[in-house]
């Protein structure tokens, strides 16, 4: 007797254009990662003031970046549910809209507090548009094919972070500041038309009640608890009122949230799903890994152009190699994963990391710059092969009608991951460098102590002041600074080792459903769930 194959749950007219489809996904997904990665470099020059800049402060500067992470990390949690609720494309368009008026509105913006609003007009827009291309790409390809499609749209966030540094460089030294935002307006009208003519509809047939004290639980708390972290961070003290208050209501409507989600009849989050061991490991091992990827950023751009003195331009070019690699090997981590299994690509992966971090404490000021390009390339490999069948595995082990809120609790954990790698290893950073050039700050006036040791740009600027009399001060603050990396790229290989023993214990050897795995019944699609 011989059993009929299941039909394939996807369209053939959506299946045969699924790689356009991707395409565009991938773009709409470039320019919201590449907006991050731009305004790191243009922070000096909105920092001069006008004409060149908007004179902000170090506070202005902060919150540039931290109201974009408060709005996007506060609300992908709920765009995902209301993409899964409204339909995914809907989802998409409207996050690329305000996203590209966000963009417009930064770039014209005449002061740094404008330009703080808007940001937060980008977060909105980009908190809808990145669990919306996840989700879509879960219901545009077969089964067998998603983790391809996961790994090439993995690689393209690597290659968004690294090419985000040399293209603000070009603009910044051809146009004025608000170019670094204003790029993205034809990139969003490029993508919007494209998503119009090819992208289609998808959503949870059976969405049931909504939940709206779930919803507002989970904003309350998501953004009161990254609130929290940045405050510690930006403080250097998670003790300040400031910081932890936040931190503790955050918490609680989290709990609040999660007690509410057990007893009610139609949540908007089955808290079932983290009793699957393969999603609680999974969405673990994303936030580990980006908690200690984000001591690489904090600490990275300074050692080259601060320790190394390479400029802004350069520093991006040097970040290649870890697009690169994830380039090149993130759309082929499923072939290890056929060959080897989910747990031990994962745990491979964790472990280069990790190796890439203890690379990381052999660099002083004068090692071959190819050293830096190899640790890079190195750790680009290890992220691709961790990346995608994590994600695959976390989108694999939930009801394909719930990608959204997947899709979703996926980027979520990544980016309180990474707000807390910024918050945490930001503050042993200044505070190891602080400690480490106290006994030269003692030498110098009372006014300028407290400043001088801020940062090592504050120091290099009150060495500045000094003139000759600080000349004394630019070694010895190099020198602190590199003891301070050297103990987070320390910390960081900690955290990225423990992801290794998660991986290797906790992650299955194959993905459930997966191509290597035995096949597994999937429901077509219903008709109103996909339209061409």
Not at 327 to 337: C, D, I, K, S
């Amino acid at each position: 007797m011989t059993t009929a194959a299941a039909p394939p749950r996807v369209p053939e007219a959506i299946h045969r254009r699924r790689w356009a489809i991707l395409g565009t996904l991938v773009l709409a997904l470039l320019v919201v990662v590449l907006d991050n990665s731009i305004l790191n470099v243009a922070m000096k020059t909105i920092a001069t003031p006008a004409p060149t800049g908007l004179g902000a402060s170090q506070s202005d500067l902060e919150w540039s970046i931290n109201s974009y992470t408060l709005v996007f990390a506060g609300l992908l949690f709920t765009a995902g549910l209301l993409g899964d609720r409204f339909g995914r494309k809907k989802s998409l368009l409207a996050g690329m809209v305000v996203f590209g008026i966000g963009s417009l509105l930064s770039a014209l913006a005449s002061s740094p507090g404008e330009l703080i609003s808007y940001r937060a007009v980008m977060g909105l827009g980009g908190a809808f548009v990145m669990p919306a291309t996840l989700a879509i790409i879960m219901n545009v390809f077969e089964r067998s094919e998603q983790p391809k499609a996961i790994g090439i749209w993995a690689g393209a966030v690597g290659l968004a972070i690294a090419v985000g540094p040399i293209t603000g460089g070009l603009l910044i030294e051809h146009f004025w500041w608000g170019s670094v935002f204003l790029i993205n307006v034809p990139i969003v009208l490029v993508a919007l038309v494209a998503m119009t003519l090819l992208v289609p509809d998808s959503k949870d047939p059976r969405p049931g009640r909504l939940d709206p004290v779930g919803v507002l639980l989970s904003i309350v708390g998501l953004v009161a608890l990254i609130y929290g972290i940045i405050k510690g961070g930006e403080l250097a003290d998670f003790t300040a009122p400031g910081a932890w208050v936040p931190l503790l209501v955050g918490l609680l409507a989290l709990a609040a949230f999660v007690l509410h989600e057990k007893r009610t009849d139609h949540p908007a989050l089955d808290v079932g799903w983290f009793r699957n061991k393969v999603f609680s490991a999974s969405v673990t091992v994303i936030g580990l890994v980006f908690f200690a990827l984000m001591g690489v950023s904090f600490f990275g751009v300074f050692y080259i152009q601060s320790v190394r003195g390479y400029s802004a331009l350069m520093a991006g070019v040097l970040m290649l190699p870890l697009a690169v690699a994830q380039l090149l090997f993130a759309p082929r981590a499923r072939l290890v994963v056929d060959r080897f299994g989910v747990r031990a690509t994962c745990a491979a992966g964790m472990a280069l990391i990790t190796a890439a971090f203890v690379g990381y404490l052999a660099l002083d000021a004068d090692t071959p710059i190819w050293v830096l390009v190899a640790i890079g390339f190195v750790m680009g490999t290890g992220m691709a092969h961790v990346m995608p069948p994590v994600t695959v595995a976390i989108m694999s082990s939930l009801p394909r009608e719930k990608a959204g809120a997947g899709s979703a609790l996926n980027n979520t954990f990544r980016q309180v991951g990474g707000s807390l790698g910024v918050a945490v290893l930001g503050a042993v950073l200044s505070t190891v460098y602080r400690t480490g050039i106290s006994d030269r700050l003692d030498q110098l006036p009372a006014g300028l102590r407290d400043k001088a040791g801020e940062s090592l740009e504050a120091t290099f600027a009150v060495a500045g002041k000094l003139g000759p009399d600080g000349a004394g001060l630019i070694e010895p603050a190099k020198d602190s600074f590199i003891h301070a990396m050297h103990v987070v790229a320390g910390l960081s290989a900690g955290v990225t080792a423990a992801g290794v023993l998660l991986a290797w214990f906790l992650l299955p050897a194959k993905v459930p459903g997966g191509p290597a795995a035995a096949p597994q019944p999937v429901r077509p699609l219903a008709p109103e769930s996909a339209d061409a």
